[in-house]
Each structure stands twice: as C-alpha cells, then as structure tokens.
C-alpha cells in the first residue's frame, strides 16, 4: 500500500519539460556551424603594450599562472589553467578580447580551464565566437577529447606545431616564436639501439618556451635631410617613416629610410619559460634558439645578441631553486625575472576576493556551517617543497633582478619611456577584521544575529522545540513555522564523525564572482569521501576549504567520483582532480579511483588519457540504477552458490546481461560493480544508486545510503540517506527516490516566476525543488546549482520553507546541525538583505544560454 502512495504522490509531481532537449534534439542546443574568429584592425604603433601576471591558482597552487600579452588591438594569453573564465569575471579582463591562447604544456594544470572558456566564447552574442588555440603536437590530444562535449566549431581554430622553432604569430605588431623544451635524451630517443638509455617521448613532456618580440621603434625622420636629398614634404615622408625606400623629387638617386631616419631602437623582448622537471632543465641550456637571447653568447658578439628585458618563469620551485637553473638565468644579463611559480606570501592573499568576502561575513555569522577558509600560514607553507625560495636565498650576480610574481603584477612594454615593472594594479590585501568592521558599520544588526545563532546552535534554544529568530530590529519573534518536527531515527546518537555535506561549487553553468560550478564533497571523515560531480576549480574549491595539504589528503581520501550528465559545468574539474591523486599517490600501493557516469563521459576520459595518465577506472551510471543492481546481486550470489564464473564466455548469463534493454548490458561491468561493493561498503555505505531524471540524455540523480548501525543499548539505528538531484526538471523518479530521504540536495536554477524558462531548459524552480522534498517527505531540503542572474544569493521567500536552507560556496552542513539547518535562513536574507537582487549582463546571459 506504501508503494503505490509514493507513486502517486511522484507521479503528482510530474510536471511540464521540453522533451526534444531530453532526448538530445533541442535546435537550441545545437552547435553553431560558423563561429566567429575575430579580426581586428592592428594598430602598429600600439601606444599602450604589457605583459601582466594573471594570478590563477596563487593562492590555491592547484593550477598554473596565466600570463596575458597586451597591445591596443590584440590580447595573447599564455596558459588557461582551472579559474581562468572565474578570474577574468572577477577582474573585468573581457574574454571577448582575447585572440590567441598558447600553452606551454598540454596537462590539466595548463588547460584546465580551456572546455568551459571555448564553451562562453561559443556562446557570446548571436553568432558565438571561437579563438585561436596554440600548443605542442600534445594539443591534438586535447582537442580530440573535448569534441565529445564542445561543438567542433568552437576549435577548428586549434593549431599545434613540432618543429623545434616555430613562429606562429609574425605581424606588425609582435613576433611570437615557440621553442619546443623536451626531457633530457627523449629527443634522440633510438629504441632501436641495443643498450640505449635514451626513453620515448610521451604526450604531455614537451614544454614550451615563448618569444615575444616586440618591432623595432623607428628613429626619428629629419626633413632636412630629406630635402637635402631632394625630397619634397608629400607621401614619400609616410612611404620613407613606413620602411619603403622612394625616388627623390630633384635628384636622380633612390633615398632610403636610413638616409633620413635617426637611428632605431630595439623593440622590447618578453621570454615567458615554463621547465617543468629537472629532465627538462638539463636540456634547457643546450637549446640553440635561445643563444642569441643570451647576453653574451658564445662565438658572438655583444652587439649582436638581443636584448632581453623580462623573463617570466613559469617553472616550479623544484627547478628554479636549483643551481643550474639559477645560471642559465644569468645568461640574461641584466633581464628583470619573474618568478611566476607558487610563492609563500601569495597563499595568504585570496586571489577572488569577491568570493572570499562572502565567505568571511558568512563564516562571522555563524562558523558552525561556514567554516573559516583552510589557509596556512607562512611558517606552515616554508615547510612545503612547492613552494619557491625568496630571491634573496637565489645565487644570482648582482647585475640580475628577481621579484616574485603577484597577481596582476604587470611589465610595461610601451610607451619605451614606462619600460619596467608597474605595481600599480596589484590588489589591496584586505584582512577578515576589517571585512567584519565594513560588514558591523554596514549591518549593525548582524552582532546580535550571531550571538543569538551561536545560542541557537548551542541549544539554549531549542531544548524544549522552541523557534525564534531575531528580526532586523533586533527584537525576537516566535516563527510558528520553525517548530522542529520529529528527530528522524537515523540521527539517533549521531556524531560530529559520521557525514558533512560539503557544497564546494553552488552555480551553474559557468563560475561566477561568488559562486564555482557545481560540485559537492560528501566527507566520511577517516573512511574517505564521495564527490558529486565535478566542476572546473573543485580543486581550488579543495584548496579554499580544507587547506593545501588537508586537500591534498582529502583528494587522497577518495572513494568515488560521481558525475551526473555530460554538461561541462558538472565535470570539467575531473581531470583535475585525477591527475592530482595521481601525482599524490605515485609510488604507494593504491587501486585506481572509481568514477561513475554518463556514458559520454568515457568516451571524453577515454580520449583524454592519450594525453596524460589519470588512473582511474569507469562504470557507467546506467550499471548502478536499482534494477541494474539487484540483477547484480542476484547474479553474484548465483554466482557464489555454483562456485563458478556465470559471466564467462558462451555462459547464460553472459547472454543476458549482453540482451538490449537488460538493466545491465555490458559483462565489463561486473568485475566494476564488486569493486563500487566494496568501496561503499568500506565507507560505511550500504548503497550507491543512481536513476534517472529529466534533463538532457543520460542524466542522472544519486542516492546515497549509510549502513544501519548498533548503539549501545543494542537498538538497530537505520542509516542516514542523501540524495542528490543532478539537473532535472521535478519528476517522479527523484520524488520516488527521494522518499524520507534525511537530506535532499536538489538544484533550484530559476526563481518562482521564471517557470517557462525552467521548462524550456529542463531544471527546476525553488519552489518546485521544494515541493519534491516535500512530496518525498525529506527530512532536509538545501538548495543549489543557482543561475549566475542571482550573483550572491537567489530569490526566496523563507516562510514557505520550514525545513530548506540555501547553498553557499563552502558551506558544511555536519549531519549532527540538521535539525538546526532552516533556523539560519532569516539571518541569511539579513546578510544579504541589500543584495538579492538579479543581475542583468552580458556573462550571465551567456551563461543562461549554456544550462
């Protein structure tokens, strides 16, 4: 009788969605066949040129620096690492501009940002637009990868190169030259050779160092010496300052530039280097294209070498700090050096300090569900081998000028007369106190919100199932609609050691000033954790909460990766965050990580580890819906039951599970499915489940199920139960899932009026969200995966959400603060009580044409 209830009460739930986007055939969702390349006039004087230290990943050291050319007219930029998009927003740098993306590596760490930036540019103004992509021949791996998410349009601009000197880039405005940096002995690699020692080549080694050569600026034109030789003032003046030698007017010779100009002066040189291991760096001095750079090179005269004015050294500290590295620098001369590698004083300096704000006045709040930010401090970071040395621990002569890079540090190329380092747009530091003093001048009201929730959280107020909440004149008011239902049995006895829900990304779409891409961090405290999709900049979302090394434990802690559907904004982090494991774990005992998803994601992963290794294994979300499971089990103790492998070539079983529209299709998966037995069971779990929803092909919810427990006493204490709604329109598949879940994580993309736009893009409102938990009867409704039209905090009405919290970047919802979870929603709308407001723009209209 249960049974059929709850179907009622889902299929009441079931309301209108755009059907051809669910099925992949919305025209909308279409590529679009001609993106435009921008052309853009040059301007060869180019009054204004500099190169300028884009700080992504400082603070956070999960990513490389960007480094961004600029002229008048043109917009180069040198790697696009994870939070590059997010950076630009946060700094107004206009994504629109920009014409050529290099990269000095083709890896996570370099391009990680690259899929979600292709994808806005795809997606600006009518036609989209596209941008010119340079790489090493690793690139074509790359691309190849991300054509199973990106229209090929967005990278038929994509271009790589193998030749040892390439010039991409040669115009009137600068010459860019790229010098390919291979391991030590891999270029002459001879495999045929017995007793070689020389290894093969593998994607993702070659580096590449960049020249950027601004032209000459011309001497100065003397008329008196044109007229000298003939010459009457006309278009010959122009045709002699452009370069062009003319016939003079009087005379029977030809008058060349260098009869009337004043002599030339070199135009600035940029080197931008990027030595990722000490392999590379013992080939680095031998590159012979680099010698004419050198100050004085050998079997060359001073006079002919070019002068370098900066290096920016992209290479970590692991290389920079070594002696060898530190020589070949003095081979510059008098060059400024930038060391761009993660420096200690930067990991104090949030680089998105919007985001960062937010976090600090929601943390004075109430710090039980907005924890400080994980940063170290220098004494704890000096100890970490990632870190560089100051350049006065360097062995340089004096003659060479080190600063370590920060962020928006620029070196000013033109005007000549401003050649040299210019500080001046470097941030401000803003400490947390004098956040909390802007944050008491600007809402007095806030010091008593605290305390009163501080008491709340404490107990003092709910013992009895009283509810209060403190109104914006401070006095107390009785909110019947806080009297605290009945105490599900699962949190019976629960500790501060059992679950947190740890909500690292609460946007959609893109990243945004205040809030990342989606990605939630479900933490088992010491038996590991289960990540719920994965959006560009979960690492550095790692990072910002937990710390540089208590993220590194934590990416070490995983159990599983679970990603809902193929849009990018769910699992362009995922790369990542494998090859961070990776790296972590390299030369320990240790399985590959688990990763569950739609079957488009394979094919992406599949391509993507041509490039670089992510020691992962994948199992479709198809494999874990309830049937498929139950058929699994059933077959496994099948299994058991005749000591033999029912699977196996020619078996019955192997039939079945090979028969279209069976729950399980594939036999690959059942060695797959005892492995994900085994990993939740070791966490405590007593099921990992997926279903379906309705949103676009293959998308998916996931429930989570803890293991019931034993308390003292011998009482069974049913397990916890979280559920986690991907994007989707409300449908009967979540309610049914849903039903008497503890907590309920559902997206809520589109404020109440805005249903049109929820259906034609199959995700749901806030009080639709709401009312599917309701149906379910969840215990807990907390609300994310928000349009970036409401830039810090969504459109709601808290009366009609008695047991709803909304999601914030950070935020840690511990399973023992449930029951006091709605209670933080008015002093919520009281932080931000003059900001919930929609954001109309560009960017965010972009990014609702992307969700």
């Given at each position: 009788?249960?049974?059929?209830?709850?179907?009622?009460?889902?299929?009441?739930?079931?309301?209108?969605?755009?059907?051809?986007?669910?099925?992949?055939?919305?025209?909308?969702?279409?590529?679009?066949?001609?993106?435009?390349?921008?052309?853009?006039?040059?301007?060869?004087?180019?009054?204004?040129?500099?190169?300028?230290?884009?700080?992504?990943?400082?603070?956070?050291?999960?990513?490389?620096?960007?480094?961004?050319?600029?002229?008048?007219?043109?917009?180069?930029?040198?790697?696009?690492?994870?939070?590059?998009?997010?950076?630009?927003?946060?700094?107004?740098?206009?994504?629109?501009?920009?014409?050529?993306?290099?990269?000095?590596?083709?890896?996570?760490?370099?391009?990680?940002?690259?899929?979600?930036?292709?994808?806005?540019?795809?997606?600006?103004?009518?036609?989209?637009?596209?941008?010119?992509?340079?790489?090493?021949?690793?690139?074509?791996?790359?691309?190849?990868?991300?054509?199973?998410?990106?229209?090929?349009?967005?990278?038929?601009?994509?271009?790589?190169?193998?030749?040892?000197?390439?010039?991409?880039?040669?115009?009137?405005?600068?010459?860019?030259?790229?010098?390919?940096?291979?391991?030590?002995?891999?270029?002459?690699?001879?495999?045929?050779?017995?007793?070689?020692?020389?290894?093969?080549?593998?994607?993702?080694?070659?580096?590449?160092?960049?020249?950027?050569?601004?032209?000459?600026?011309?001497?100065?034109?003397?008329?008196k010496k044109a007229a000298a030789l003939g010459l009457r003032p006309g278009p010959k003046y122009r045709e002699l300052q452009l370069g062009n030698s003319?016939?003079?007017?009087?005379?029977?010779?030809?008058?060349?530039?260098?009869?009337?100009?004043?002599?030339?002066?070199?135009?600035?040189?940029?080197?931008?280097?990027?030595?990722?291991?000490?392999s590379h760096l013992h080939e680095l001095p031998s590159i012979h294209s680099l010698t004419p750079y050198y100050s004085y090179p050998s079997e060359q005269?001073?006079?002919?070498?070019?002068?370098?004015?900066?290096?920016?050294?992209?290479?970590?500290?692991?290389?920079?700090?070594?002696?060898?590295?530190?020589?070949?620098?003095?081979?510059?001369?008098?060059?400024?050096?930038?060391?761009?590698?993660?420096?200690?004083?930067?990991?104090?300096?949030?680089?998105?300090?919007?985001?960062?704000?937010?976090?600090?006045?929601?943390?004075?709040?109430?710090?039980?569900?907005?924890?400080?930010?994980?940063?170290?401090?220098?004494?704890?970071?000096?100890?970490?081998?990632?870190?560089?040395?100051?350049?006065?621990?360097?062995?340089?002569?004096?003659?060479?000028?080190?600063?370590?890079?920060?962020?928006?540090?620029?070196?000013?190329?033109?005007?000549?007369?401003?050649?040299?380092?210019?500080?001046?747009?470097?941030?401000?530091?803003?400490?947390?106190?004098?956040?909390?003093?802007?944050?008491?001048?600007?809402?007095?009201?806030?010091?008593?919100?605290?305390?009163?929730?501080?008491?709340?959280?404490?107990?003092?107020?709910?013992?009895?199932?009283?509810?209060?909440?403190?109104?914006?004149?401070?006095?107390?008011?009785?909110?019947?609609?806080?009297?605290?239902?009945?105490?599900?049995?699962?949190?019976?006895?629960?500790?501060?050691?059992?679950?947190?829900?740890?909500?690292?990304?609460?946007?959609?779409?893109?990243?945004?000033?205040?809030?990342?891409?989606?990605?939630?961090?479900?933490?088992?405290?010491?038996?590991?954790?289960?990540?719920?999709?994965?959006?560009?900049?979960?690492?550095?979302?790692?990072?910002?909460?937990?710390?540089?090394?208590?993220?590194?434990?934590?990416?070490?802690?995983?159990?599983?990766?679970?990603?809902?559907?193929?849009?990018?904004?769910?699992?362009?982090?995922?790369?990542?965050?494998?090859?961070?494991?990776?790296?972590?774990?390299?030369?320990?005992?240790?399985?590959?990580?688990?990763?569950?998803?739609?079957?488009?994601?394979?094919?992406?992963?599949?391509?993507?580890?041509?490039?670089?290794?992510?020691?992962?294994?994948?199992?479709?979300?198809?494999?874990?819906?309830?049937?498929?499971?139950?058929?699994?089990?059933?077959?496994?103790?099948?299994?058991?039951?005749?000591?033999?492998?029912?699977?196996?070539?020619?078996?019955?079983?192997?039939?079945?599970?090979?028969?279209?529209?069976?729950?399980?299709?594939?036999?690959?998966?059942?060695?797959?499915?005892?492995?994900?037995?085994?990993?939740?069971?070791?966490?405590?779990?007593?099921?990992?489940?997926?279903?379906?929803?309705?949103?676009?092909?293959?998308?998916?919810?996931?429930?989570?199920?803890?293991?019931?427990?034993?308390?003292?006493?011998?009482?069974?204490?049913?397990?916890?139960?979280?559920?986690?709604?991907?994007?989707?329109?409300?449908?009967?598949?979540?309610?049914?899932?849903?039903?008497?879940?503890?907590?309920?994580?559902?997206?809520?993309?589109?404020?109440?009026?805005?249903?049109?736009?929820?259906?034609?893009?199959?995700?749901?409102?806030?009080?639709?969200?709401?009312?599917?938990?309701?149906?379910?009867?969840?215990?807990?409704?907390?609300?994310?995966?928000?349009?970036?039209?409401?830039?810090?905090?969504?459109?709601?009405?808290?009366?009609?959400?008695?047991?709803?919290?909304?999601?914030?970047?950070?935020?840690?919802?511990?399973?023992?603060?449930?029951?006091?979870?709605?209670?933080?929603?008015?002093?919520?709308?009281?932080?931000?009580?003059?900001?919930?407001?929609?954001?109309?723009?560009?960017?965010?209209?972009?990014?609702?044409?992307?969700?």
């Amino acid at each position: 009788m249960e049974e059929s209830s709850n179907t009622a009460v889902a299929e009441s739930v079931g309301l209108g969605f755009n059907k051809r986007r669910a099925e992949g055939k919305d025209k909308n969702d279409g590529p679009k066949k001609n993106l435009q390349l921008k052309v853009r006039k040059l301007n060869p004087v180019n009054t204004i040129s500099y190169v300028q230290i884009l700080g992504t990943g400082m603070d956070t050291q999960d990513t490389a620096p960007s480094v961004l050319l600029f002229f008048d007219k043109q917009r180069f930029i040198f790697n696009a690492g994870e939070g590059l998009q997010r950076f630009c927003t946060e700094y107004k740098i206009k994504l629109s501009k920009i014409d050529h993306i290099f990269l000095s590596r083709v890896c996570s760490e370099t391009a990680g940002g690259l899929p979600g930036l292709l994808l806005t540019l795809a997606a600006m103004g009518e036609e989209g637009m596209s941008v010119n992509i340079w790489g090493p021949s690793d690139l074509k791996y790359l691309i190849n990868a991300m054509k199973s998410f990106i229209p090929n349009a967005a990278m038929v601009h994509a271009r790589s190169f193998s030749e040892d000197l390439f010039v991409p880039i040669d115009d009137e405005v600068v010459k860019i030259s790229a010098v390919l940096l291979r391991p030590c002995n891999s270029k002459v690699c001879d495999t045929t050779k017995e007793g070689s020692s020389d290894f093969a080549l593998k994607p993702g080694d070659v580096s590449v160092v960049y020249i950027c050569e601004l032209p000459e600026i011309k001497g100065k034109f003397d008329p008196k010496k044109a007229a000298a030789l003939g010459l009457r003032p006309g278009p010959k003046y122009r045709e002699l300052q452009l370069g062009n030698s003319v016939q003079s007017d009087c005379q029977d010779i030809m008058v060349h530039p260098s009869d009337v100009l004043g002599p030339s002066v070199p135009g600035p040189i940029v080197l931008i280097v990027d030595c990722p291991t000490p392999s590379h760096l013992h080939e680095l001095p031998s590159i012979h294209s680099l010698t004419p750079y050198y100050s004085y090179p050998s079997e060359q005269s001073k006079e002919m070498c070019k002068k370098v004015d900066c290096v920016i050294h992209l290479s970590p500290a692991s290389v920079t700090c070594t002696s060898e590295y530190q020589q070949w620098m003095s081979r510059f001369g008098e060059a400024q050096h930038v060391m761009a590698g993660h420096q200690p004083k930067n990991v104090e300096i949030p680089i998105l300090k919007s985001s960062a704000r937010i976090a600090a006045r929601l943390n004075y709040l109430c710090p039980q569900f907005f924890p400080s930010p994980g940063f170290w401090s220098l004494p704890q970071l000096k100890s970490l081998p990632s870190v560089s040395k100051a350049p006065s621990e360097f062995s340089l002569p004096s003659s060479c000028e080190v600063i370590m890079a920060e962020n928006l540090l620029k070196f000013c190329l033109r005007p000549l007369a401003q050649l040299g380092l210019d500080r001046f747009g470097i941030p401000e530091i803003t400490s947390r106190p004098k956040i909390i003093e802007d944050l008491i001048s600007e809402i007095p009201e806030i010091v008593g919100a605290s305390e009163h929730i501080t008491q709340l959280l404490h107990g003092n107020n709910i013992a009895n199932g009283g509810s209060t909440t403190l109104q914006a004149n401070n006095a107390v008011m009785e909110e019947p609609w806080l009297h605290e239902t009945a105490l599900p049995s699962c949190l019976e006895g629960i500790t501060r050691e059992d679950m947190e829900i740890v909500l690292l990304g609460t946007g959609s779409s893109q990243p945004s000033k205040y809030r990342n891409v989606t990605s939630i961090l479900i933490n088992l405290f010491s038996k590991g954790s289960i990540l719920l999709d994965c959006g560009e900049g979960t690492l550095g979302q790692l990072k910002r909460r937990f710390g540089i090394e208590g993220a590194d434990e934590a990416v070490k802690g995983l159990r599983c990766i679970w990603i809902s559907h193929i849009h990018a904004d769910h699992h362009t982090g995922l790369a990542r965050i494998l090859a961070r494991r990776r790296d972590l774990l390299n030369g320990t005992s240790h399985e590959p990580l688990l990763v569950v998803g739609p079957r488009q994601l394979k094919t992406y992963l599949d391509a993507y580890q041509k490039l670089e290794d992510l020691d992962m294994q994948f199992l479709d979300c198809r494999h874990t819906t309830e049937a498929s499971l139950k058929n699994f089990e059933s077959s496994e103790q099948n299994d058991q039951k005749n000591g033999c492998n029912l699977f196996a070539k020619g078996s019955r079983m192997e039939s079945h599970w090979k028969r279209p529209g069976s729950p399980v299709d594939a036999s690959s998966a059942f060695p797959l499915l005892t492995a994900l037995k085994k990993i939740y069971r070791e966490a405590g779990l007593e099921a990992l489940i997926s279903f379906p929803v309705v949103h676009c092909p293959q998308a998916y919810g996931v429930v989570l199920k803890a293991a019931d427990r034993t308390n003292s006493t011998g009482k069974k204490i049913p397990g916890w139960k979280i559920v986690y709604s991907g994007d989707t329109r409300p449908c009967p598949e979540l309610v049914e899932a849903s039903h008497r879940a503890t907590v309920l994580i559902h997206e809520a993309t589109f404020e109440d009026g805005m249903v049109e736009e929820a259906i034609a893009r199959n995700h749901s409102t806030t009080q639709e969200a709401i009312k599917v938990g309701d149906s379910a009867g969840a215990y807990r409704i907390i609300l994310t995966h928000f349009s970036q039209r409401y830039p810090k905090i969504p459109v709601f009405d808290e009366t009609h959400m008695p047991k709803t919290s909304i999601a914030f970047d950070m935020m840690s919802v511990n399973l023992a603060d449930l029951p006091m979870l709605p209670r933080v929603l008015p002093y919520l709308k009281l932080l931000f009580r003059d900001e919930m407001i929609v954001e109309e723009s560009e960017d965010v209209n972009v990014a609702a044409a992307a969700i």
